[in-house]
């Protein structure tokens, strides 16, 4: 059973570039959620993704934008990097009938942006 | 808003009991999760309370009081292997986000 995959596992970045992270969740699931985590504090939510919509943002700004493909494997794209985009960023996966406390994450991808 | 408070670092002795704590504000609660994170892994799912009470997975256990809006998670027989963030992290009716996570307490296993 595969579990939540995330590519690349590094990035590096300059200021003002943009750049795309890609996600693909566990097997059967349906509904992908992005979140972003500083060094020492918890994931943020950015936004979650179901039947290829946008169904719930966090207070993110229009920078960040994604997207969801038929087979339910996401994008997350980030315009215009700013050095505070420096962070962990998660996928995690869930079912849209089941119960969103339970997700399911996957490795994450580091971006640094210079 | 939401917001959740944890104790930022504990250090507890190999075998011994190790309670971490964690306080939220929040309207229209759903319920309180744990997540485990070793540094440089993905958070992993330990529980979740949305009654009152305790709810106990092996050594794992955790509590939530939702009349004080205080859960806690308690780690028995501690291994070495459990140094790791916890997070604890709130479903809410209100606001758009699924899941609002505390800011992790970092537990340090010693022998």
């Known amino acids: 059973d595969a579990g939540v995959t995330q590519s690349p596992t590094h990035l590096i970045k300059t200021r003002g570039q943009q750049v795309t992270l890609r996600c693909s969740p566990k097997?059967?699931?349906?509904?992908v959620s992005w979140y972003q985590q500083a060094l020492g504090q918890g994931p943020q939510f950015i936004f979650q993704y179901y039947e290829e919509e946008e169904r719930q943002r966090g207070n993110f700004p229009d920078r960040f934008s994604g997207h969801q493909f038929p087979n339910y494997s996401s994008e997350l794209n980030v315009n215009a990097l700013l050095l505070g985009d420096s962070a962990l960023y998660l996928c995690?996966?869930?079912?849209?009938?089941?119960?969103?406390?339970?997700?399911?994450f996957g490795p994450g991808t580091r971006l640094t942006v210079t | 808003g939401q917001s959740l408070e944890q104790p930022s670092e504990v250090t507890a002795v190999e075998g011994a009991i190790v309670q971490i704590n964690c306080t939220y504000q929040t309207s229209g609660f759903y319920g309180l999760s744990w997540y485990q994170q070793h540094d440089g892994g993905a958070p992993t799912f330990l529980s979740y309370?949305?009654?009152?009470g305790l709810e106990e997975t092996g050594r794992f256990s955790s509590f939530l009081s939702r009349s004080d809006s205080y859960g806690y998670l308690l780690l028995q027989e501690l291994q070495m292997k459990d140094s790791a963030s916890y997070f604890c992290?709130?479903?809410?009716?209100?606001?758009?986000?699924?899941?609002?996570f505390g800011k992790g307490t970092r537990l340090s296993v010693i022998a």
């Open positions: 992290a709130v479903r809410s009716l209100s606001g758009n986000t699924p899941l609002v």
């Open positions: 097997s059967g699931h349906d509904t």
């Open positions: 309370n949305a009654l009152d």
């Open positions: 995690a996966s869930s079912l849209r009938t089941g119960v969103s406390y339970e997700q399911y």
